[in-house]
C-alpha cells in the first residue's frame, strides 16, 4: 500500500470553482458589473436559469448593481457611502437655518403586516439575521437585508427601528454582547462591522473584514474582547480587541459562514466556510480536517497516532506519542514559524545518513511556490536549511537528501506551499543510513480523512451534550450531507440520507431545487442533543440524532394546513434556539429568520398546523420595487415587492397582499381603482377586478415574457387618457386598447431589452424609452423611435420623468456623475442639473405640477427637491425619511401628497413642497438649548405642542446621539458628560420642517 502525506489539499472539482466564481468577484468589490455579469452568465449556461439554480438571485443583484454601479463600471463600497453621509451631514449642518428642509414630513404607509387574498407565500419582509439576549426571550434585535435593525424588548409584539440615519441598512448578521446587553454588534456587506453601546440609538463603524457578507458575529462570554467573524467570500476571522482589528484564521479560509463553541468552554471553537476549522486554545490555532485530517503514523517500531494543529495559517503534523520524526508547516512561507514537538529521530552513531522522498500530483507556480526542508539537532537550537527549492524539479521522485553526520537526536522539517495553495503530496519519506541497518525512519503516512466536500458548511451544537458536533453540508445549491461527530469535531460520521433533499420546496424532499447557503442553517434544541433542526426553503426536524428527518413547515399555506404542519414563510436564512427561566424551569423557543419575517415555535417539540407564530407586525421592511397610486382620495396603492409578492393599500387604510412571487411594476386602473394591474420577475402580467380577491393572468405579446432572457423588471404602464389602454415594454413596445387581451407593437426591436418606458400624461402621443444609457423617443404616435444624442460616458439611465403638463420636457435620473439631466426638446438636447446633490445614486424622479417646475430625485440615500425658484440647488427634502434606497416616487394630485417606494422600508408619504408654510411654521427661535456650552447636561425647549426627533452630530458628520418621539414642550434634558469637547450640531425634526442649530461642549 502507499502511504502519503497532502501537504495542502484543498480539493475543489472545475464546477465548483466556476460556481463561486462571480459570486467571488461580487465579493471582492474592485471588478466591473460586466465582468461579474460575463462571469455568471457562463457558469449559467452550464447549470441552466431554471428555479433552484440561483439565477433569481443573481438576476436581482444585477438589477441593482446596474442601477448604482459609476461611470467605470463599479459599484462604491458601504465605506464610501459611510464617509460620503457624513460629509454632507456636515455639509447641511455647517449651513445651519438655510438647510431646513422644506415642510415635507415623511410617514409610514407600511405595510407592517401580511392578510394574504390570492398571494401564496405571504409575509413582510426579509429577515436575515435575529439574535435573542440569554435568559431574556423579550430582549430581541433582527436584522433586515435592506430594512436595517429593529428591536423588540416585548417579545416580537412591537418592534422600533434603530438604524434610520445610518448609510448603511444592509443586514445579515447581529450578536448582543453577552455581558453587556446595551451593546449590540451587526455586520454587513463589504465586510462592514457596526457596534452600538447604548442599545442600539447610535453606531459606529469599528472594524472591517476584507470583504464579503458578514454572515455570523460570534462573542466569547467569558472575554468580550475577543470575537469571530465569518464573511462569505471573505473567509473566517477572529478579534482580540473587540472588533477594532481582524485577523484570518486559516490561509485556506477563503470564505466563511459559521463559528459555533463547544458548549461551556469556549475555549473549543468550531469553524466553517467550505472548510471545517477546529481551535482547543480560544482561537489562537485552529486545525482543518479538510486539510490533512487525520492520520496514522507508522514507525519501524510500531504504529502511533498522530494529528494536525494549525498556528495562524501555520499547519503542522505531529506524533501523540512514541519516537519519530516528522514536521510540516503550511501557510504563509514568507514568515514561516516552525514549531516542533519532541521526541525526535534517535541517529546517535549514524555514518552519512541520507533523507530520501517523493512528490507526487504536483503542479508548480513559479512565482508563488517554494519548498525549503530544514534540519536541527535539538530541539531548541536553529533550523538549517538543507535545500531549497524554488522551481519545480524535473524528476520529482526519489530525491535524496545527504544528512551531515548527527551527534544525537534529529529533527527534519518540510516547509513552503505548492500550486499557490492546492496541493503537493510528499510520500515515501525515510532516513536511511548504512551503518544502522539501512533505513532508520520510515514515513508510512496513510490517510483516514473525513468525508468532507468542499460543499458549504453550517454547524450545531447543543449543551446537553458539549461532545456532540453537527454538521450540515451543502452540494451546490441542495442538500449535500449531514455529519455528526460525537468526539467534538475529530472525527464525524456521513449519516445516510441518498436521494433526499432537504433545501428544496418537494414535502417529501424529493426535488432537485434549493438556494444553498442562502437559504440554509442548522440548530440543536439546548435541552435534547437528538432534536435536530435544518431549514432551506422550509424547515425539517430529527428526533433520532439526525438520522431521518421530517418535514416541520411548506412554505404555501394551503398546503401546510393540509399536512398538519406550521406555515412558515419560503427561504429560510436563519434558525436559532432560545431559552429564558431556571434550570428546572426553561421556556425553550425557535426562531427563524425567513424572506417573509420572523416565525417562531412557542414549543419546538410538538408540530402541529399551528407551529409557528409570525411575530414581524410591526416591522416596515417590505422591499418595493415599484408602486402604482389612484388619483383618488383616499388614495388606492399598489406595489409589488422582493418574495412577498403585490400588495395593495386599500381605501380603508388596510394592506392586502394579492399576487406571490416576486412582485414589480403595477397600477391601479384610472378609471375604476379595484381594477389593478401586477407583475413579477421578467414581465409576467396579472390583472384582478376586485382589488385582489380574483386573479386573472393577461395575455403575454408575442408569447414574451415570464422567462430569464427579459429584464427583471419590466416596464408596464397605463395610458394616461384613453381608457384600456396599457403598455409593456421588452425588445419592442407593445400596446393593448383592451386591458391586456391582445397586443400590437407599436416600435421597431432594438435588439435588447428596454429598461424604461413612458407616456407624456399631457399627450399620449408622446413616448420615451431608455435602454442602458440610450435615449429615444417617439412623437405623435410613430413607430419608428429616433435616438437621442444623449452621451452619458459609460453612465445608465435609472428612470424617465415627464412633466406633467409640458410633453416636450422630460428629466432622467442617471449613473452618471452629474446624475441628473433635463430635456426641453423631447430629449434633443440635454442639461445636467445634478449641481450640489450629495454623492448618491439618483435613482426615481417625479415631477410636480406646480408652476414652477418642481422636481424631486430619489437616491439610494434620500429624496431631494429642486424648481425654478431655488437657483442651481436642490434642497432635502428627508424629514423624517429613513436612508432608504428610493425605488420610485409617484404623486397624487387628489391629496396633494408625494409617495415613495423603498427597498427595505416599505411605503412613505409626505406632504408636497411648500417653502411658504415651512419658513412660517419652523423658526429657529423656536427652539432653545440651554446651556450653551454645556459641560454635563444640555436642556431642549420646543414651544409646540408636537412630537419631534433629536439628532446630535460631530463636525465630521457622526451621529453621536437619536432620541424620537420626543415632547419637548416642557424640556427635555441630554446627558453630554460622554461628548468630547468641541462643536456640535443638534436637528430638531418636526412635522412642519427641521431647525439645525450649534451646541458646544467645554469640559
Known amino acids: 500500500m502507499k502511504r502519503i502525506i497532502s501537504i495542502i489539499t484543498i480539493c475543489v472539482s472545475f464546477t465548483f470553482i466556476n460556481s463561486q466564481e462571480y459570486m467571488q468577484l461580487i465579493t471582492e468589490g474592485n471588478h466591473t458589473v460586466e465582468n461579474i455579469k460575463q462571469s455568471a452568465e457562463r457558469y449559467f449556461d452550464n447549470v441552466g436559469r431554471g428555479r433552484g439554480t440561483g439565477y433569481k438571485s443573481f438576476r436581482r443583484w444585477l438589477y441593482f448593481a446596474e442601477r448604482s454601479m459609476d461611470e467605470t463600471g463599479k459599484l462604491k463600497s458601504p465605506q464610501f457611502y459611510y464617509n460620503e453621509l457624513e460629509r454632507y451631514n456636515t455639509e447641511i449642518n455647517n449651513e445651519g437655518q438655510a438647510a431646513r428642509t422644506v415642510v415635507g414630513a415623511w410617514e409610514d404607509m407600511g405595510p407592517t403586516y401580511w392578510n394574504a387574498t390570492s398571494g401564496y407565500n405571504p409575509g413582510v419582509g426579509r429577515i436575515t439575521s435575529i439574535a435573542v439576549e440569554e435568559g431574556n426571550l423579550n430582549h430581541i434585535i433582527a436584522g433586515s437585508e435592506t430594512g436595517g435593525v429593529w428591536k423588540s424588548l416585548d417579545g416580537g409584539g412591537t418592534w422600533t427601528a434603530l438604524t434610520d ?170 514568515s514561516p ?32 511556490d517554494e519548498l525549503k526542508v530544514l534540519y536541527r539537532e535539538s530541539s531548541n537550537s536553529s533550523w538549517i536549511e538543507l535545500a531549497h527549492f524554488v522551481n519545480e524539479v ?80 451543502a452540494d451546490g445549491n441542495l442538500f449535500g450531507g449531514f455529519y455528526r461527530s460525537n468526539d467534538e469535531g475529530e472525527t464525524f460520521t456521513k449519516l445516510d440520507h441518498s436521494g433526499k433533499n432537504y433545501f428544496g420546496y418537494d414535502t417529501f424532499g424529493f426535488d432537485n431545487l434549493g438556494q444553498a447557503p442562502r437559504d440554509m442553517d442548522i440548530v440543536v434544541n439546548p435541552e435534547n442533543i437528538n432534536d435536530v433542526h435544518i431549514a432551506g426553503i422550509n424547515s425539517w426536524r430529527s428526533t433520532d440524532g439526525g438520522n431521518t428527518f421530517d418535514i416541520t413547515s411548506q412554505w404555501v399555506p394551503i398546503e401546510a394546513a393540509s399536512l398538519g404542519i406550521g406555515y412558515c414563510h419560503a427561504d429560510i436564512d436563519i434558525m436559532l434556539f432560545a ?75 388596510n394592506w392586502t397582499d394579492w399576487w406571490g412571487a416576486d412582485g414589480m411594476e403595477g397600477f391601479v386602473d384610472k378609471n375604476n381603482s379595484q381594477i389593478l394591474y401586477g407583475t413579477s420577475q421578467f414581465g409576467s402580467f396579472v390583472k384582478t377586478f376586485d ?58 426591436n432594438f435588439g435588447a431589452n428596454i429598461d424604461h418606458f413612458k407616456v407624456a400624461p399631457s399627450d399620449n402621443t408622446t413616448k420615451y424609452l431608455a435602454i442602458n444609457g440610450a435615449f429615444y423617443y417617439s412623437l405623435n404616435d ?41 430635456s426641453t426638446d423631447n430629449g434633443i438636447t440635454w442639461t445636467p442639473i445634478g449641481w450640489d446633490l450629495p454623492n448618491f445614486v439618483a435613482q426615481a424622479l417625479v415631477w410636480q405640477n406646480n408652476a414652477n417646475d418642481g422636481l424631486y ?45 423603498t427597498y427595505g ?62 415632547d419637548l414642550a416642557s424640556g427635555h434634558k441630554i446627558d453630554v458628560s460622554s461628548l468630547e469637547t468641541g462643536v456640535y450640531f443638534v436637528k430638531l425634526n418636526a412635522h412642519s420642517g427641521q431647525v439645525v442649530k450649534k451646541l458646544i461642549i467645554n469640559k
Open 691 to 748: 382589488q385582489g380577491l380574483n386573479i386573472f393572468g393577461v395575455t403575454q405579446p408575442d408569447g414574451k415574457g415570464g422567462t430569464p432572457q427579459w429584464n427583471w423588471v419590466v416596464p408596464f404602464e397605463q395610458d394616461p387618457s384613453a381608457q384600456n389602454t396599457i403598455y409593456c415594454a421588452f425588445d419592442e413596445v407593445y400596446t393593448s386598447s383592451n386591458g391586456g387581451n391582445s397586443w400590437s407593437s407599436i416600435s421597431q
Open 905 to 966: 422600508r416599505g411605503l412613505w408619504r409626505s406632504d408636497l413642497y411648500n417653502e411658504a408654510l415651512s419658513i412660517s411654521e419652523t423658526e429657529p427661535d423656536d427652539f432653545n438649548i440651554y446651556p450653551n456650552p454645556a459641560d454635563i447636561e444640555v436642556n431642549l425647549e420646543w414651544n409646540k405642542a408636537e412630537y419631534v426627533s433629536i439628532r446630535i452630530y460631530n463636525t465630521t458628520g457622526k451621529l453621536v446621539y437619536y432620541q424620537k418621539q420626543l
Open 165 to 334: 440615519n445610518l448609510s448603511n441598512m444592509d443586514v445579515y448578521a447581529l450578536a448582543i454582547d453577552p455581558l453587556n446587553n446595551s451593546t449590540y454588534y451587526w455586520g454587513s456587506r463589504g465586510g462592514s462591522i457596526f457596534r452600538s453601546i447604548d442599545a442600539g440609538a447610535t453606531w459606529g463603524l469599528i472594524g472591517n473584514l476584507p470583504n464579503g457578507f458578514v454572515n455570523k458575529i460570534l462573542i466569547d462570554p467569558t472575554d468580550t474582547s475577543k470575537m469571530y467573524a465569518s464573511a462569505q467570500g471573505g473567509g473566517l476571522f477572529k478579534s482580540f480587541d473587540g472588533g477594532l482589528n481582524w485577523t484570518s484564521i486559516s490561509q485556506s479560509a477563503t470564505t466563511g459562514y459559521d463559528f459555533e463553541f463547544k458548549p461551556g468552554d469556549p475555549s473549543v471553537v468550531y469553524a466553517s466556510g467550505n472548510n471545517f476549522f477546529k481551535s482547543t486554545d480560544g482561537g489562537v490555532t485552529f486545525t482543518s480536517t479538510n486539510e490533512i485530517a487525520s492520520w496514522e503514523q507508522d514507525f519501524v517500531t510500531g504504529n502511533l497516532a498522530w494529528v494536525i494543529e494549525n498556528s495562524n495559517q501555520n499547519n503542522s503534523v505531529f506524533p501523540r506519542t512514541g519516537n519519530g520524526m516528522a514536521f510540516l508547516y503550511v501557510g504563509n512561507f514568507s
Open 394 to 473: 524535473t524528476a520529482w521522485s526519489d530525491i535524496t537528501l545527504n544528512l551531515p553526520n548527527p551527534t544525537g537526536d534529529y529533527y527534519i522539517a518540510f516547509e513552503g506551499t505548492a500550486n499557490y495553495g492546492r496541493g503537493i503530496t510528499l510520500d515515501d519519506v525515510s532516513v536511511e543510513t548504512n551503518n544502522l541497518g539501512g533505513v532508520v525512519f520510515s514515513e508510512g503516512f496513510e490517510g483516514a480523512t473525513n468525508e468532507f466536500t468542499t460543499g458549504v458548511k453550517m454547524m450545531a451544537v447543543s449543551p446537553d451534550d458539549p461532545a456532540v458536533l453537527y454538521i450540515l453540508e
Open 579 to 653: 431559552q429564558e427561566g431556571s434550570p428546572s424551569n426553561l421556556n425553550t423557543k425557535l426562531f427563524l429568520g425567513t424572506d417573509g419575517g420572523i416565525f417562531r415555535a412557542e414549543d419546538p417539540t410538538f408540530v402541529s398546523s399551528d407551529y409557528y407564530t409570525d411575530i414581524t407586525t410591526g416591522m416596515g421592511i417590505r422591499q418595493f420595487y415599484k408602486i402604482g397610486i389612484s388619483q383618488t382620495d383616499p388614495v388606492i396603492v399598489t406595489g409589488g415587492s422582493q418574495d412577498n409578492g403585490s400588495s395593495v393599500l386599500g381605501s380603508d387604510g
Open 857 to 901: 430625485v430619489g437616491m439610494n440615500y434620500g429624496v431631494f427637491y429642486t424648481d425654478n425658484t431655488l437657483g442651481n440647488t436642490w434642497v432635502p427634502f428627508n424629514n423624517g425619511l429613513p436612508n432608504v434606497r428610493i425605488n420610485e416616487l409617484e404623486i397624487n394630485t387628489t391629496d396633494n401628497k408625494i409617495y415613495a417606494a
Open 337 to 368: 514559524t516552525t514549531r516542533l514537538i519532541s521526541p525526535s529521530i534517535n541517529l546517535n552513531g549514524a555514518i552519512n545518513p541520507q533523507l530520501k522522498f517523493s512528490f507526487t500530483q504536483v503542479e508548480w507556480a513559479n512565482d508563488q
Open 782 to 822: 410613430s413607430a419608428v423611435w429616433v435616438p437621442s444624442t444623449l452621451n452619458l460616458n459609460g453612465g445608465r439611465i435609472n428612470e424617465i420623468a415627464i412633466h406633467p403638463t409640458d410633453p416636450s420636457k422630460v428629466a432622467i435620473a442617471t449613473t452618471n456623475s452629474q446624475k441628473v439631466f433635463v
